[in-house]
T-cell receptor, first 111, second 109 residues
């Protein structure tokens, strides 16, 4: 099956802990993105990568970090510096400018 | 700055036609996209306009006027399953998507 997988679906974290969200794709897309969505809101871009070993900050990068060591993988680490990390996190990919595909998302809750 | 404006909610009945408007203000514009998101799910792509005019895909159509920084999504023959949130998104440099806040569409019987 072609697509984007994100794991885990639900994640609980204690305050002060770092946590890494996984995103894997087999669509052979060069570009990958991480978004955050809060209830009743649109998606906000955290980080994006257009090619392996390169990535750029989005609009709300503070408190987050990423890596892009492989084309298929773009993990997101939510660090303890992120003051309000409870949200729905979506990973996206794009093979062209006009369409993005999204994974099923990870719901992160800080206890 | 960059911003997109769309109505927060719209209600319509089955079989009707509804139009969701989107106005935008951005630096760097490569097109306007529309996405549908059902509760608890991921957004799915509906349409894309890079040039002025109307794009039709089945029951859904999307329009863009770059001179007015305005677009809309038109949904025809509404069905209950169309109840969802609809987001307009401007495509910026590097394929970045800048999303609006979303319009919650409720379709009533």
């Amino acid at each position: 099956d072609g697509g984007i997988t994100q794991s885990p679906k639900y994640l609980f974290r204690k305050e002060g802990q770092n946590v890494t969200l996984s995103c894997e794709q087999n669509l052979n897309h060069d570009a990958m993105y991480w978004y955050r969505q809060d209830p009743g809101q649109g998606l906000r871009l955290i980080y994006y990568s257009q090619i392996v070993n390169d990535f750029q900050k989005g609009d709300i990068a503070e408190g987050y970090s990423v890596s892009r060591e492989k084309k298929e993988s773009f993990p997101l680490t939510v660090t303890s510096a992120q003051k309000n990390p409870t949200a729905f996190y979506l990973c996206g990919t794009s093979g062209s400018y006009n369409e993005q595909f999204f994974g099923p998302g990870t719901r992160l809750t800080v206890l | 700055g960059q911003s997109l404006e769309q109505p927060s909610e719209v209600t319509a009945v089955e079989g009707a036609i509804v139009q969701i408007n989107c106005t935008y203000q951005t630096s760097g514009f490569y097109g306007l996209s529309w996405y549908q998101q059902h509760d608890g799910g991921a957004p799915t792509f509906l349409s894309y306009n890079a040039l002025d005019g109307l794009e039709e895909t089945g029951r859904f159509s999307s329009f863009l006027s770059r001179s007015d920084s305005y677009g809309y999504l038109l949904l025809q023959e509404l069905q209950m399953k169309d109840s969802a949130s609809y987001f307009c998104a401007v495509i910026g440099q590097g394929g970045k998507l800048i999303f609006g806040q979303g319009t919650e569409l409720s379709v009533k019987p």
